[in-house]
Structures are given as structure tokens and as C-alpha cells.
């Protein structure tokens, strides 16, 4: 068979086998219908406990997860926008409307996220894990094909990366959405360092895909690891000041205009910085130290939940056999041809240096001089999770690296290469050792014993060492490559096996009487404190409350004065009240004459209708606009009261409002005020105020009027503009881009 020919059937092997791979590690959703999204704990709340599956156990904390909280019910009300073909710009169900694409955190543009936008949440979930894994796997199978590699060992690095816990035990948090496209960005990184500075638009590319998956951080600790990687490589291979001047200009030509390329999404984002009290982040705060090097060796010796500090600190492992033939690299290092060695070792260096920053971010950058003024230890590159994401694809690169080397070995090399492994591997397990003895171990009842997990570890490094000895003898890279892809598979798998939670696709936010009840209502819910933890916007029921974390700075401040004056609640546009005993007998006491009880449910909690509670929209006679201070306060005229009505159908960013025989006043809608609403009186644009600090209000006149708020943002407007001229600018900048020999 012709090179050619042989090559491109070994690639269309190996991608197909990365695809079969994602489709093992996902088994239960292809035969069970199931989704590996941690959403159990919704059926410990009333809204959905009728729906709880059999034999399904209370967690170990009260808290929901972040899938619960968050990702499902923003990739909800995406397909619910998507469905009505509608733009995802705001949210009407959370916290009386919240800007939903300037959040990222939404991911509304990821490549990931185009499932949502033609087929029910449930359905599309699975969808997008699942490219998640082979998108994954194939970019890194590409990156080390043209890092030098062939085919088989390829396999092996893509097959590491897909199933590293950041992509695999992570998969619904936007950190997956980023990570897919590191290997290209490392790529990239190299060429640059190598003086391929026409590559830059390569670069601005793969920035943009991440830059919209929704994780500033993750955007920002690649960054960083790119910066490091680079230059390292440039160190080590002794480049000239002004060669490495040009590669990080580029560096930072690939990196601004990628940000250009994504402005339609951080133009907006940046916005909201401004403007949003919290925007959702889920980031775990787990402190990692040196006693915690035993799960490199011993994964399981911590277990918990699957967004717990035990869980973040379980991403340290990047696979034993990645960790096992490190050794092997040492043993042979002086074979390699010096280019490689250079690049894979830049690599280790930098997921070194990650890795410390991680161990030091609690305990010393704190007290480093200026880095607390300058909020170092908060910035985007500070959280554990995100300085360990490079680790799974620098070993996992490494480790095939060694084993192409070990297959290119002469007589003489490798008898002094297994001679020095003879020391390495010793050494590297007497540190594990030392690591176990020190380490904390998990106990309870499903707790693996360290004997067990010792065990299974030593005969992973049995069957390790079986393959090199079998291609000692008959050196190949397809039994090497396979071989190595397949104990791999199994190690990160047997290492991950049950920390993913399995759900029901059709028990995912399932409808129950409760939240059929409240949806048929038609009316945006208020009530206690423990209605802020129940995040009914998964079942598309509008609240006054964010359980997602995604606020606004008037939102919180406003509610930091409802604590005390709860009277402010009646001005939210919510006349249902969701209250327990306890909420009744407590702060929602002096309210209890004007309520009458609209269904009890079993759990205990009862729906209410507030008389006393103001529509959502309603004019005002003796109403200042909170901010416009000085202004003159609308005189009253004599009549009756307005008769105020929202007219349907309203749109997510369009309210239409009808005033009918108004004295002159304040028009109040209580929805969010935000920058970029816009309204106009009776087709006349009119000036838009916030009042009560939260609410939208438009001075209106006597007599009826047709009242249209309306969403506008310019952010939207200038995003999208700065993204068209630095497309424009890739496209023909793509010109210059020309192959690169691997092995130069």
C-alpha cells in the first residue's frame, strides 16, 4: 500500500476508535438513555420529590450542584429561545430578568452548545457531552500527529486527554467547553516559539472557540500556559532576544484579535462585569498541597461527590501509565533528537510550574509582595482546577513521545536506557509511597482499601512493563500504540469509574403537580428564603429569585433591603408567594390577612395569592425614579387609577404595555433595569429611569398610550461589528500560513 494511502487509513482508524472510545466511556447514556449530569439532588426539594427515583439516597449535603443550579437550567431556557425563534439575549425567568448571552457563562455561542438550538434540552445534553469527548480526542490525536507522532501513538495521547477528569468527570461545567481546543492552542504555541510567526491567525482561531465556551478562567489559565510553554521552548533552545520578541508579539497578536473574534460575546460580557453582582461562577475552591502527590499514583484515596474539594483535587491524576513511563522518558531522554526533547520538556516544565502556582495559591501568593493589591490570587488564572488543565495533555504527550523513542532504540541504547529505567522506576515508586503514607484516605463503606488500589496500581505497572518487553523484542508501533491506548482507557476509567451521577434523560428537571401548578399560574413566584435555592427556571417557571447565581447589582441591593422590609416583595410583580410553616410563622407574618391559600402541596409548602401585591406593570403618582435625583416628582391629576394591562405575546426583549385612561405619572414594569432597554411612548422613544433601584420606569402623560420596552444593547451592536472586521482580518492574514515539517 502507497504511504499515502497508508497513512490516511491509520488516521481514519484511529479517529473512529477515539469515537468508539467516547461511546464506552458514555455506555450508560447509549443503552439506558441516561444523562451523566449530577442533578439528584433537585429531588430533595418539593418542587420535584414526587418524582424521586426509586432507591435514589439523600446526598451528603443539603447544596445542589452547579448542574442543578445552573447549566441545566441556562441549556433550558436556550432551547426554550431557540424553540420560540428567539435571540437568547435576556432572561425573563431569574431574578425579575437577567442579561442571559452577556453572561458566557451561558456558553449561548459555544460549538458545543448548537445542539440546543434544534432539539429538547434532554436530548441535547447528550449530544453535546458526547462531542465534547470526540472533539477532545481528536484534537489532541491532531496535535501530536503534527507534534511528530505517528498514528498509533497519537491514539494514545488523544485517548488520555478525552477521558483526563477535566473533560471526562467535568463534562457539564464550561471548563469542558475550553479544554477541547488546548491541544490546538498548544500547537499553535509551538510553532510560534519556533519562529512561525505567520501562524498567529491559528491561533486567534482556537482562541475565539474558547473564549466563547464560557469559562473566563479556563480562557485565562491557557493563556498562561501557553505564555509559559512558549517561553520555556525559547529558553531551551537558546533563540535570539529579537526571535523571541517577534514569537510573543505574536503570541499576543493571536490572543487580541482571538478576543476580537469573540467580542460579540466578551463586548457584552464586559457589560455586565459592570453592571451584575455575580455571574454564576462555579469554580470549586479546593486547596491542593504536596501531601495530595498520592493521587498521581492512587486516585481513589479521596472519594466524595462530584462537585466537592475532594472531587477538584481528584483532576491531579492524569492516568498511571502517563505517570509511569515519565520514567521511561528520563531513561532515554539522551536519544531524542534534541527539537523533541526541547518541545516535551518545555511542556513538563510548564505543567510544572501550573502545578506549583496550584499547591502555593492559599498558603504563600497571598503574602507575596503587591500580589495581594493586585488581586493575583483572584484573577482568572488562580483557581486549582484551571492551573491543572494543561497536566493531562503535556504527560499524556510525553508519555508517547517515550514510547516512540523507546521503539527507535539501538542494542547500545537500549541497554544503558533499561539500565538507568532499572533507577527511575524505583524512584518514582518510593515516592509514591512516601506520598500514601502522608496522604489522607477516604473511609466509609464504599471507600476502596489502599491495599486494593495499590494492588490494581502495581499490576497496571506489570502490564506496563509486558509491553515493553513484547516490542523490546518485536518493535511496532501499532502493538505499542494500541496497546498503550487500550491500558490507558482502562486505567483513567477504572480511576473515574462512579464518580460520574447518571440521571434519567426524562427524570432531568421532570414535571411534577407542583411545578405544573405554578406554571399554569402564569405569575413569577416569590417567596422565603428557601425558594433562592430552588431553581424552578430548569422547568421554565419565572421567579423573583437567581438561583443560578447570575445577579445584578440592583438586584442584590434591592433584596438586601427586602430582609428587612419584606412590603418590598409586593412591588416584584409576583402575587404567588411559595411559603413553608416556617416562612408563615416568621418574616411573612404581617402579610398573612391578605393572602389566601392557593394550593397546599405534600411536602408541606403552600402557594399563596397576595392581594395586596402590585401587578407587574402599574403607574405611580408619588413616584421618584431612585437615580434621578433633583427631578421633579410627577404631579397628580384628579381621576381613577390607571387600568394597566402587559399585552401577550411578549417576546423574551419585548414588553408591550397598554395605559388606559392614566392621570400624568410614573409607568412601572417590575422587570430588571439594565443597560441596553430601551422604550418608547406611543412609538415615540421616551426616556427609560430606574426606580425603587431595580425597576424600569417611563414618565407618562394623561390619557391612554401604548407603552414598548424594548432590548437594544449596544454591547450586542459593537461586538458584533469588532467580530466581523477581525474575521475579516483572520481570512486574509490566512494566506500567510504555511505547513510546518513536524520535525524540524
Not at 257 to 275: H, K, M, N, S, W
Request: glycine share 8%.
Amino acid at each position: 500500500m502507497r504511504p499515502r494511502l497508508k497513512a490516511i487509513r491509520d488516521n481514519v482508524l484511529c479517529l473512529a476508535l477515539l469515537v468508539l472510545l467516547a461511546v464506552v466511556a458514555l455506555y450508560p447514556m447509549f443503552t439506558a438513555d441516561k444523562v451523566p449530569f449530577n442533578v439528584n439532588g433537585i429531588f430533595f426539594s418539593p418542587p420535584w420529590e414526587e418524582a424521586r427515583p426509586q432507591g435514589l439516597a439523600a446526598p451528603e449535603t443539603p447544596e445542589l450542584s452547579p448542574q442543578a443550579l445552573r447549566y441545566y437550567p441556562w441549556y433550558a431556557f436556550l432551547s426554550h429561545a431557540a424553540r420560540a425563534r428567539q435571540l437568547p439575549l435576556w432572561n425573563p425567568l431569574e431574578g425579575c430578568g437577567v442579561p442571559f448571552l452577556a453572561a458566557l457563562r451561558t456558553r449561548c455561542l459555544s460549538p458545543f452548545s448548537v445542539p440546543f438550538y434544534f432539539l429538547p434540552p434532554g436530548r441535547s445534553l447528550q449530544i453535546s457531552i458526547f462531542l465534547k469527548l470526540v472533539i477532545a480526542g481528536w484534537c489532541a490525536f491532531y496535535a501530536a500527529r503534527r507534534f511528530g507522532l505517528g498514528a498509533p501513538l497519537a491514539l494514545c495521547v488523544g485517548a488520555a486527554f478525552k477521558l483526563s477528569g477535566h473533560v471526562y468527570l467535568w463534562s457539564g461545567h464550561p471548563i469542558s467547553d475550553v479544554l477541547p481546543w488546548l491541544p490546538l492552542w498548544l500547537l499553535v504555541v509551538d510553532r510560534l516559539a519556533r519562529g512561525y510567526v505567520r501562524h498567529w491567525p491559528l491561533g486567534a482561531v482556537v482562541v475565539a472557540l474558547m473564549a466563547v465556551g464560557g469559562d473566563p478562567k479556563m480562557c485565562g489559565a491557557a493563556a498562561f500556559f501557553g505564555l509559559l510553554y512558549l517561553l520555556i521552548e525559547c529558553l531551551f533552545s537558546r533563540r535570539r532576544p529579537g526571535q523571541v520578541g517577534a514569537s510573543v508579539g505574536a503570541f499576543l497578536l493571536s490572543g487580541i484579535v482571538g478576543t476580537a473574534l469573540a467580542a460579540v460575546q466578551i463586548v457584552p460580557y464586559l457589560e455586565f462585569l459592570r453592571e451584575g453582582a455575580c455571574s454564576g461562577d462555579a469554580s470549586a475552591n479546593a486547596s491542593l498541597e504536596l501531601r495530595h502527590m498520592a493521587l498521581l499514583f492512587l486516585p481513589r484515596l479521596l472519594s466524595g461527590a462530584a462537585e466537592n474539594g475532594e472531587s477538584t483535587l481528584k483532576l491531579f491524576h492524569v492516568g498511571v501509565f502517563q505517570l509511569w513511563m515519565l520514567g521511561l522518558w528520563f531513561s532515554l531522554r539522551s536519544f531524542v533528537p534534541a527539537v523533541q526533547r526541547r518541545r516535551v520538556e518545555a511542556m513538563l516544565v510548564a505543567a510544572c510550574v501550573m502545578t506549583a502556582l496550584a499547591m502555593v495559591r492559599h498558603s504563600i501568593l497571598p503574602h507575596v509582595p503587591y500580589v495581594k493589591f493586585l488581586g493575583v490570587e483572584r484573577l482568572s488564572v488562580g483557581s486549582v482546577e484551571h492551573l491543572l488543565a494543561g497536566n493531562a495533555f503535556a504527560l499524556a504527550l510525553l508519555a508517547a513521545m517515550a514510547a516512540d523513542a523507546w521503539l527507535a532504540l539501538n542494542a547500545y541504547e537500549c541497554k544503558a536506557a533499561l539500565v538507568r529505567l532499572l533507577v527511575f522506576l524505583p524512584l518514582l515508586g518510593a515516592l509514591g509511597v512516601a506520598a500514601v503514607l502522608v496522604c489522607p484516605h477516604a473511609s466509609g463503606q464504599e471507600a476502596w482499601p489502599v491495599w486494593q488500589q495499590v494492588l490494581v496500581t502495581v499490576g497496571f505497572l506489570l502490564l506496563l512493563l509486558v509491553l515493553l518487553g513484547v516490542t523490546l523484542v518485536r518493535p511496532s508501533r501499532n502493538i505499542m500504540g494500541f496497546g498503550l491506548a487500550l491500558l490507558t482507557t482502562t486505567s483513567l476509567l477504572f480511576a473515574f469509574f462512579g464518580d460520574t451521577a447518571y440521571v434519567d434523560r426524562a427524570a432531568v428537571f421532570p414535571d411534577t403537580s407542583f411545578t405544573k401548578t405554578l406554571r399554569e399560574t402564569g405569575m413569577r413566584v416569590c417567596g422565603g428564603d428557601t425558594l433562592e435555592r430552588w431553581p424552578l427556571a430548569g422547568n421554565l417557571i419565572p421567579q423573583v429569585y437567581s438561583p443560578s447565581g447570575i445577579r445584578l447589582k440592583r438586584h442584590k441591593e434591592f433584596f438586601e433591603r427586602a430582609q428587612t422590609d419584606t412590603g418590598l416583595l409586593q412591588r416584584t410583580g409576583a402575587p404567588g408567594l411559595l411559603l413553608t410553616k416556617q416562612d408563615i410563622q416568621g418574616p411573612f407574618l404581617w402579610r398573612r390577612a391578605a393572602l389566601a391559600v392557593a394550593r397546599v402541596f405534600p411536602s408541606g409548602a403552600a402557594l399563596f395569592i397576595d392581594r395586596n401585591t402590585k401587578p407587574r406593570a402599574w403607574v405611580a403618582y408619588d413616584e421618584q425614579p431612585a437615580e434621578a435625583e433633583g427631578a421633579s416628582r410627577p404631579q397628580a391629576s384628579n381621576g381613577p387609577p390607571a387600568q394597566v394591562n402587559v399585552e401577550e405575546p411578549e417576546t423574551l426583549f419585548r414588553v408591550k404595555v397598554h395605559v388606559d385612561h392614566s392621570r400624568r405619572g410614573v409607568l412601572v414594569l417590575a422587570d430588571a433595569y439594565y443597560p441596553g432597554w430601551r422604550v418608547r411612548v406611543d412609538g415615540q422613544k421616551a426616556e427609560i429611569l430606574p426606580v425603587a433601584g431595580l425597576f424600569r420606569g417611563v414618565e407618562v402623560g394623561e390619557g391612554p398610550h401604548d407603552v414598548e420596552f424594548y432590548y437594544a444593547p449596544m454591547s450586542v451592536v459593537w461586538g458584533l461589528g469588532i467580530t466581523i472586521v477581525a474575521a475579516l482580518i483572520v481570512l486574509v492574514k490566512m494566506r500567510g500560513v504555511q505547513r510546518v515539517d513536524a520535525t524540524l
